[in-house]
């Protein structure tokens, strides 16, 4: 069920809301979490409701999405849609677009759709702001979501979270390597049981998860560590093997070889915006790890 609402205020759009809930019997007790989106182009908007929704069924939350709608409008506007049941999973979707002067205040005008109790999650879906903590929509938040894979420059993007991390941020690339992350840590595992000499990362230069795999893999071995565009591929080197875990870029199944031994087909699918999301919101402390990973990057060598 989708209802627009036109130059509607805060008050009118809480009373809709509570119309709808009582229509089809949705109740707030239900609700883990606010979610609040903030697109930076409307391009984003539907696939990033999709893996909120996608989400939502682990999560049950409200999910609040704020759009810039024309700011040099000479009057404050409010429009907003509101989306429940059908696909919208197991959350509410408020959608609110904002003109004129109040294109600047998101923050304030989300203010009266949070759920009290329950935490508040910031995603920033493509361009995030350089200290999302600072950010007005980041106050609110415990816990803080970018996605450097669709900055205007993923690079430069993933090295910058480093310099504005606080404790409760995270980048959903962090949560598309964590299969190959655990993929190469029980290779590892397994004997020689030597350490890691050198550690080779290859694949899209446009594809900032590497990136962080590579910091990842230099804060934990004394070796060098390159980042390389070519073919998909990690390759980590001891005194009497190699390792290498390697997958076609559009592919769903990955390669596991070893020296001396035969290799290993493993499911290895890119994971959907949701299910990164998913697993983000699982936990709502800081990630030490993530953060070490961000200091590995500058260890990493670019070839």
């Not at 182009?41 to 893996?51: F, I, N, P, T, Y």
């Not at 979707?93 to 904002?98: G, H, K």
């Not at 446009?206 to 390389?228: F, H, K, Q």
Request: aromatic residues 4%; glycine residues 8%.
């Amino acid at each position: 069920m989708i209802v627009d609402l036109p130059d509607t205020t805060t008050t009118a759009v809480n009373k809709k809301l509570d119309e709808l809930r009582e229509r089809i019997g949705a109740v707030t007790m239900g609700r883990v979490l606010t979610l609040l989106i903030a697109p930076d182009s409307d391009g984003v908007l539907e696939e990033s409701l999709k893996a909120a929704n996608d989400a939502s069924h682990e999560h049950p939350s409200r999910i609040i999405v704020t759009m810039r709608g024309d700011p040099y409008a000479d009057e404050p506007r409010l429009d907003a849609q509101l989306r429940a049941g059908g696909d919208t999973g197991a959350g509410e979707v408020v959608i609110l677009t904002l003109s004129g002067p109040l294109a600047g205040h998101a923050a304030s005008v989300v203010i009266p759709f949070l759920l009290p109790d329950i935490p508040v999650v910031a995603w920033w879906p493509d361009v995030a702001p350089r200290l999302p903590a600072q950010d007005p929509l980041g106050k609110l938040a415990i816990r803080r979501i970018t996605d450097a894979t669709n900055g205007i420059d993923p690079l430069s993007a993933i090295r910058s979270r480093l310099s504005g991390y606080t404790p409760g941020d995270t980048d959903l690339c962090w949560a598309r390597i964590t299969y190959w992350r655990a993929l190469l840590a029980s290779a590892v595992d397994q004997p020689p049981h030597e350490p890691i000499e050198s550690a080779l990362v290859s694949g899209l230069k446009t594809e900032p998860a590497l990136d962080i795999l590579a910091g990842w893999l230099a804060g934990r071995i004394d070796g060098p560590v390159r980042r390389a565009v070519g073919e998909l591929k990690v390759e980590l080197v001891r005194r009497s093997e190699t390792i290498v875990l390697s997958r076609p870029q559009e592919g769903r199944t990955a390669t596991l070889s070893r020296t001396a031994k035969p290799d290993a087909l493993v499911p290895l699918a890119r994971r959907e915006t949701g299910e990164c999301l998913a697993e983000d919101l699982r936990r709502l402390d800081a990630d030490e790890i993530y953060l070490t990973a961000l200091e590995g990057i500058k260890k990493v060598e670019y070839v």
